[in-house]
């Protein structure tokens, strides 16, 4: 089993079965909503209002500066995002969060909120993620965003700066992170932090791999980004499989392959 968590001998079997319910990457599936969960878990579905939406769209063209003050940058980023009157730490405690089925997600106190997130900086950049493999770097990311979260520095937004931050933090680290992919992906991530951060029964339930996956799957893509060129949309790349599954000709579908599109494109550039 992939989760990694801490049991008490009594319920061994029941924490079992309960991880091998979330311990699952989603699937391309019908029964699938948009975000790429499963139905029955429609209580832990996220996405970005438009408005905020639009707004880190704008803000990528122009992102706030990374600052060695990790609190006054991160206050920065929510203040971009969501306006003049953010940018302030929360300044109150959050009750317990349950998401279901037992599982609950407990945040810092807010008294702790400057010094557990100016702890969190301290590890990080002593970290050597320009000498860590691919793997590593991975791991690494995984814990900054949970443990982010699990701080909760903001009464809302706190998922928006954390991948907006986190982008540009760890572009200036030698990593590249698309934030287009978690913008698009945010049902994925909350469910991947809440989940790496929770307990059942008060004892520490630690699924880590959906979050880990995403992270994954996200520098892989920026990765392509940055060595391409020219990177067709997601909307374009759907388009082409569409349209090579309606396509029986062998010859048609060949002038259609993803790589030739992608090099059609590139000539034009170059020309």
């Known amino acids: 089993m992939k989760g990694e968590f801490i049991m008490g001998n009594k319920y061994d079997q029941a924490y079992e079965d309960f991880l091998k319910m979330f311990d699952r990457e989603p699937k391309m599936d019908p029964n699938l909503n948009y975000n790429g969960i499963l139905m029955e878990d429609q209580f832990l579905t996220i996405d970005i209002p438009e408005d905020t939406y ?38 109150k405690n959050f009750d317990a969060l349950d998401i279901g089925r037992g599982y609950v997600v407990r945040f810092e106190s807010y008294k702790n909120i400057a010094t557990e997130c100016n702890k969190l900086f301290k590890e990080i950049k002593m970290q050597p993620l320009e000498k860590l493999d691919f793997n590593q770097q991975v791991e690494k990311i995984t814990d900054f965003f949970s443990e982010l979260w699990r701080i909760h520095p903001f009464e809302k937004g706190n998922e928006e700066v954390i991948v907006f931050y986190g982008c540009e933090y760890f572009k200036t680290r030698g990593i590249n992170l698309s934030l287009d992919h978690f913008m ?84 034009t550039m170059n020309r």
């Open 184 to 267: 698009n992906n945010m049902g994925r991530l909350w469910r991947g932090l809440a989940f790496n951060n929770g307990e059942v029964l008060r004892l520490e339930v630690k699924s880590p791999v959906l979050l880990r996956n995403l992270i994954k799957e996200n520098m892989l893509i920026a990765k392509e980004q940055n060595n391409e060129r020219t990177v067709l949309s997601l909307k374009d790349y759907k388009n082409y499989i569409n349209n090579a599954k309606l396509n029986k000709n062998e010859n048609t579908h060949k002038e259609k392959s993803w790589d030739n599109i992608k090099n059609k494109n590139n000539d």
């Open 54 to 91: 639009i707004r880190m769209n704008e803000l990528k063209k122009d992102p706030p500066k990374i600052r060695d003050n990790f609190i006054a940058t991160l206050c920065t980023f929510h203040r971009e995002i969501y306006g003049e009157n953010a940018g302030q730490l929360r300044k």
